[in-house]
Structures are given as structure tokens and as C-alpha cells.
């Protein structure tokens, strides 16, 4: 394999992990706009502009984008999140220029109004249908809770009144702080043609217009508390806490993943022995998740309302004694092999080796194969996954309780 690497003019990066052997290629616009990005009054216009890319440009109808993936064969979406934006298309590597051509032309939307408000309403139907699904609005609400006025608290959704009252204007003014060519990157990864993609892109995208634009990674100011959501109409009780974690740019998140899958993983891990071998709960697990500039480590527990109060106490134990005794060696070889082995089976995709590419692009400007990422978890030392749970300890975490209970109270 070869890793590629080609800046236009006007900032805009193309990446490729090129293979000869693959048998499909993958791309993808990686873009530094997420809901951390945005004001209260325009929460939920990252998630909302990713709707109105598909609904055309001044070259092509929203049918005219749909019929033409369609055609491709391709395996094409989008998604949004806190810190990025991604609009992916995975095809056979014989419609490599016809994809990119595609990709780089609704980069550039019409954002027309009739669109606009027929894609509001699609988008507060989405609002409410999350909020009817388990956990009925508990990550919205521990989020909000754990991060407070930092905008990580915002919802990636936004509001059904914050969606309801953007404008067309707004969500263009947001395009023009955000969509820089500087603040993107083009990510590619299979059977690709460098050079001609080069030549494609430069084309389509070299006469984008370069402009500043800036995140201030702000550390938040985290909160710790417990926080009943009542829904008599749930049959299980959730539980989900937040806890400081590592950020994307410190070194210690690697161990505080292993130490996370070590507690959380979905078999053999201590929450694996202690909720679900026991039947006490129907799902349980610790993951980590990394931003610029802070980190958390979320614990989720789905149980049976009735076992609730007993599982809130048997979180905190298990977590208190990683944290007092450490873990062992055992834990260790087991979790690293867990997590190599991961890394390694989902690299077998084309689709996965482009989002590492592009994601490592958005979170250190950098690279590494997934053999190379899986060697760093492997140097990972029994010393610092326990020193990280003493970094990061989650015994003081913002807890949100969402079920038909409403009497539970902190362990």
C-alpha cells in the first residue's frame, strides 16, 4: 500500500491510502463543522447543512445526485458529529472520476428555500423520533449536563425550536465560516488513481475561494451531579454517567482505551462478569470518547427498572476498585488483543481504511496504517492503563437516570 498526500492552492488537502489489490475505492469530504461549531441559536445547523447538500447544486437536482449514486452502485452517506461533518461514497474503481466529480460538486449546494423548508420539517420529525427511542433523550440531556455552557453540551440535532427558526441566510453565513477548502479534506482509500484524482479534484474544487476559519479547543468546565429524566413509559431503567477523559491530542488516550475495554468491553470485560454473565442488566459497557482539547469516558447500563438502585452501587464498586487496586496483566494481553484484533478485521474494508485516513487527518493532521495504530496498543504498559484510571477516574461522574423510576438516588 501508499499513502499519498497533494495540497491545492487554495488549502484543500487530498489523501489517499492507494492499494492496487482492492477491488473497490472509497472517498469522502472530511469537513471541521460539527455542533461544537455552533451558536444556541443555530444549534443543529451542522446536521441540518448535511441534510441540504443532497438537495442539489446549480449542476445537478436533488433526484439528478440520488439517480447518479444510484447508478455508480455506490454505498454513499453522511453523517455528522460533535467536531466533523463526512460525506462518503464507496464504488467500483472504474467510476472513480464520476464519483469524485459528484462528491466535489454538492460541496458547493444551492441551499435553495423551498428545499430548505422541506428539509426543516424532515429534520424535526428526526428530532422527535430520537427523542421516542431509548434512551429517550438521556445522551442529549447527560451531554448538555456534563459539559454545561461549553458547546460539546449542544445537541448534534439541535432543538426542535432552534431548528425551527434558522434561516436559509443563517445556515449560508455558517457555510462561509466553516467550509473553507483549508478547513476540509478529500480522503480516498483502494484501488485508486492518485494522479488522476489529483487532477479531478483540482479541476472541480482549485476555484474554491480560501478563507480563515478557526476552532479555540476551550477545555470545559466539567460537572458532576444526578439528574432523573421520568418516562413512565419505559420498561427499563438507563443508566448513563460522564467522567474527564484524555483528549484526541494527548498520548494518554490510548491507554485510557484499554483501560476502558479492560472495564466496559462487550465480552470478558468487568462489566461484562459483574451486569450481564449475571443477568443482572440487559446491556453494559465504558467507552471513550476524545475531542479537541478534553475527553470523556461514558458507562451506559440498560437493566431492569427493579435492579436499578442495586446497579447504580455496583457501577461505582467495580469502577472504585479499578481505580484503587488497578487491573492485572491478564486484563492487559486480553484487552490488547481485543483491540489490535478490531483495528486489524475492520481494515479489511476499503470503506474503513478511507475514514482513518481522513479521521486522523481531522484529529492530528497525521498518519498511521491500522498495523501501525494496533503496534501502539500493543506498547501499551500495565503502568500506564492503571495510571490512567487514576487520571481519569470516574467515581465523581454526571450520572442521568432515564426509565419509569423516578425515586433512584446517587450510590
Same mark, same amino acid.
Given at each position: ?9 487554495? %488549502?484543500?488537502? !487530498? ?14 469530504? +472530511?469537513?471541521?463543522?460539527? @455542533? ?5 441559536? !443555530? ?17 445537478? *437536482? ?15 452517506? @453522511? ?6 461533518? !463526512? ?18 460538486? !454538492?460541496?458547493?449546494? *444551492? ?33 448538555? *449536563? ?6 460539546? %453540551? ?34 480516498? *482509500?483502494?484501488? /485508486?488513481?492518485? $494522479? ?14 480560501? +478563507? ?35 483528549? /484526541?491530542?494527548? $498520548?494518554?488516550? +490510548? ?6 475495554? =479492560? ?33 470523556? =469516558? ?16 455496583? /457501577? ?22 481485543? =483491540? @489490535?484484533?478490531?483495528?486489524?478485521? @475492520? ?25 501501525? /495504530? ?38
Amino acid at each position: 500500500m501508499n499513502y499519498r498526500t497533494h495540497t491545492l492552492d487554495n %488549502g484543500l488537502q !487530498i489523501l489517499a491510502q492507494c492499494n492496487e489489490q482492492a477491488h473497490t475505492s472509497a472517498f469522502g469530504f +472530511f469537513v471541521r463543522a460539527g @455542533a461544537r461549531d455552533e451558536t444556541a441559536a !443555530i444549534s443543529g445547523v451542522s446536521h441540518f447543512l448535511e441534510h441540504m447538500v443532497f438537495k442539489g447544486t446549480p449542476n445537478r *437536482s436533488a433526484a439528478e445526485v440520488n439517480l447518479q449514486l444510484d447508478e455508480m452502485g455506490s454505498h454513499s452517506n @453522511a453523517r455528522t458529529g460533535e467536531e466533523s461533518t !463526512i460525506y462518503h461514497a464507496a464504488v467500483l474503481p472504474e467510476f472513480q472520476t464520476r464519483v469524485v466529480e459528484l462528491l466535489t460538486d !454538492i460541496m458547493r449546494p *444551492s441551499l435553495r428555500l423551498e428545499d430548505f423548508e422541506t428539509e426543516k420539517k424532515v429534520i424535526v420529525e428526526e428530532i422527535m423520533m430520537y427523542a421516542d427511542q431509548p434512551p429517550y433523550g438521556g445522551y442529549e440531556k447527560i451531554m448538555e *449536563s456534563f459539559f454545561g455552557d461549553h458547546p460539546l %453540551g449542544q445537541s448534534v440535532l439541535g432543538t426542535v425550536e432552534s431548528v425551527t427558526h434558522l434561516t436559509p441566510d443563517s445556515m449560508r453565513e455558517y457555510f462561509r465560516t466553516r467550509y473553507s477548502p483549508s478547513n476540509m479534506a478529500f480522503a480516498a *482509500s483502494g484501488k /485508486i488513481d492518485f $494522479d488522476a484524482l489529483v487532477t479531478t479534484v483540482e479541476q472541480q474544487c482549485g476555484n474554491w475561494d480560501r +478563507f480563515e476559519t478557526a476552532r479555540e479547543p476551550v477545555t470545559p468546565d466539567y460537572n458532576s451531579g444526578f439528574t432523573t429524566i421520568h418516562n413512565p413509559n419505559a420498561n427499563q431503567q438507563y443508566i448513563l454517567q460522564l467522567a474527564p477523559g484524555a483528549s /484526541i491530542e494527548s $498520548d494518554d488516550r +490510548f491507554a485510557a482505551r484499554v483501560a476502558a475495554t =479492560i472495564l466496559g468491553d462487550d465480552a470478558g470485560s468487568r462489566f461484562y462478569w459483574e451486569f450481564l454473565d449475571s443477568g443482572l442488566a440487559e446491556s453494559a459497557g465504558v467507552g471513550a470518547n476524545e475531542y479537541q482539547g478534553c475527553g470523556s =469516558i461514558m458507562t451506559v447500563v440498560c437493566c431492569d427498572p427493579e435492579e436499578a438502585q442495586n446497579n447504580l452501587a455496583r /457501577i461505582k464498586n467495580v469502577l472504585s476498585r479499578a481505580v484503587d487496586q488497578g487491573v492485572t496483566e491478564k486484563e492487559l494481553v486480553m484487552a490488547k488483543k481485543k =483491540i @489490535a484484533s478490531h483495528i486489524l478485521l @475492520a481494515s479489511e474494508r476499503t470503506e474503513t481504511r478511507m475514514f482513518s485516513v481522513g479521521t486522523q487527518w481531522l484529529n492530528r493532521q497525521s498518519f498511521r496504517t491500522p498495523e501501525q /495504530i494496533a503496534a501502539v496498543y500493543q506498547d501499551v504498559t500495565l503502568d500506564q492503563v492503571n495510571a490512567a484510571l487514576k487520571q481519569y477516574p470516574m467515581e465523581d461522574p454526571m450520572t442521568v437516570v432515564v426509565g419509569p423510576r423516578n425515586d433512584l438516588v446517587p450510590a
